[in-house]
């Protein structure tokens, strides 16, 4: 296939050309361990690295906490992306930490998705390629195309298209009439874990869960007694699992946070 994409994009760089020779610059011999959220970017940088010929296996982090739609999606379009199971559920780690996750205590991040407490085969020793961009965040638009992990100098991530913009994204899907999941033709402009406190319509995505709304107030309920029997006491969360979730919902102690970290 032809690597002359210039009519794709504005300008006179041909971004998709430039990502996969990004790609391919940077191949290790063991191959790349392309980090799968089943997302907008993650399937672009997917069908890149198809074109670029490279070495590679795809993980998919399980939280627990996914979208049905979405691991229905993976499953039926990309039958070769590895699940990845973790230790514990996201009840399991809410009742063992004894507090919820927040936008400023993410370890449902470090235990579910990436760290060394992670199951992920995206983890240490690895050279993990993943769809981070500067448009997402602010934080976001401070990282560099390479990178080392902050905490684990073993494993190193390239962002092949993190100067892409969204409408480029978009338009890669079109050209390429690449699948996606249904959540963004139902007004979903992420798609993560439902109810992440990093999410700006947390609420309403408990609402359309009822089942996993359920599951966290499950979660404070068996929280709440362990921390009785740890003689913390509530403190903050109020009487029961309700208020519980009534705090989490109404917790924003910083603005415009990055959705997922990657390290940060």
Known sequence: MSLEYNDLFLGSVDKIKTAIERIRHFEPKEGYCLAFSGGKDSIVVKKLMELSGVKYETHFSITTVDP????????????DVI??????????LIVMKMYPPTRL??????????????????GSNTFTITGVRWAESFKRSKRKMFEFCLKDKSKKYLHPIIDWTDLEVWEFIKKFKLPYC???????????????????????????????????LSAFKEMLKERDKNGLGKLIFGKNEHTVMDWWIDYRPIDNP???ILFE
């Open 68 to 79: 049905p739609e979405l691991t229905s999606y993976i499953k039926k379009y990309y039958p």
């Open 83 to 92: 699940f990845d199971r973790p230790k514990y559920n996201m009840k399991q």
């Open 105 to 122: 205590a993410r370890y449902c991040c470090e235990w579910l998705k990436e760290g060394k407490q992670s199951t992920s085969k995206c």
């Open 182 to 216: 249904e959540l963004y033709d139902r007004g979903f402009k992420r798609i993560g874990c439902i109810g992440c406190p990093m999410s700006t319509h947390q609420k309403s995505e408990l609402e359309q869960y009822p089942k996993i709304k359920n599951m966290y």
């Open 258 to 260: 990055d959705q997922t």
